[in-house]
């Protein structure tokens, strides 16, 4: 199921890190009124992006089945700017986890679909140490280091996930600005155990029976998981860093 966040949902601590109070239900039922005062949709894929991406000026989405529906609403009450936020898997080998990487184009193989210039390279400007570069959108985990080498050889792709190509072909179908911004969290040498791949449940939340059922059927996968583990603090601490010095609206106005 996809969600939706709105305003009453989000609160801000004294140092200006916004979060979401509650993620146990969507908010099917959002005020438009209330939707007209922000100005950027972010799609997220993952309720822990979710809780960062929240924000003044930001309507967050974890995709879903109803992603769909949402997005046309927001798109008919106004919003003219999208922006893909969360981790990523890396593709060139130089990044490490906790790397921000700045889409400067999206690959939906086999279209290559621009990020808007002006909002991507102010983005890269504010990021300390981004790369700005293109980021591959796919449908499926890449898992397999053989197979990142291989899309970064082909694509010249420098990270790959699962939402961004999404973003790009609803800013094309309707005339919106994007942007995607995606930190690092399994680098291109390493394996994602297919433990970790099965814990990700519909509407961003984690499925732990699946996740502990695939373990047991399999224990050799604990040693990598404990370093993906790691790896998504590591992830997680430099996507909090950077949502905070992006500010309201991720810095499209």
């Not at 796919?138 to 973003?167: F, G, Q, Y």
């Not at 399994?186 to 155990?193: E, F, T, Y």
Request: glycine fraction near 8%; include cysteine; charged fraction near 20%.
């Amino acid at each position: 199921m996809a969600r939706a966040w709105s305003s009453s949902d989000i609160e801000m601590d004294e140092g200006g890190a916004a979060s979401v109070r509650s993620l146990s239900a969507p908010d099917s039922a959002f005020d438009l009124n209330d939707l007209s005062q922000r100005s950027v949709i972010a799609l997220v894929g993952l309720a822990f992006e979710a809780r960062i991406a929240a924000g003044p000026g930001v309507l967050v989405v974890c995709r879903g089945r109803e992603t769909a529906d949402l997005l046309r609403l927001a798109i008919g009450a106004g919003y003219r700017s999208i922006i893909s936020f969360g981790v990523a898997g890396g593709l060139a080998p130089d990044l490490i986890p906790g790397d921000c990487v700045v889409a400067s184009a999206i690959i939906d193989y086999p279209a290559v679909r621009p990020a808007d210039p002006l909002w991507s390279r102010k983005l890269a400007d504010m990021i300390p140490g981004a790369r700005h570069g293109p980021i591959m959108g796919v449908n499926a985990v890449v898992s397999n280091p053989s197979d990142k080498r291989k899309l970064h050889a082909s694509t010249r792709a420098v990270a790959v996930d699962m939402a961004s190509h999404l973003v790009a072909r609803l800013a094309d179908a309707h005339g919106l600005a994007f942007a995607a911004v995606r930190v690092i969290i399994d680098p291109a040498h390493r394996a994602v155990p297919p433990a970790a791949s099965l814990a990700m449940a519909p509407g961003g939340s984690t499925d732990v029976s699946a996740m502990l059922r695939e373990i047991l059927a399999r224990p050799s996968q604990v040693s990598p998981l404990m370093r993906l583990a790691a790896d998504a603090i590591a992830a997680r601490a430099a996507l909090v860093r950077l949502r905070r010095t992006l500010g309201p609206s991720f810095s499209w106005e």
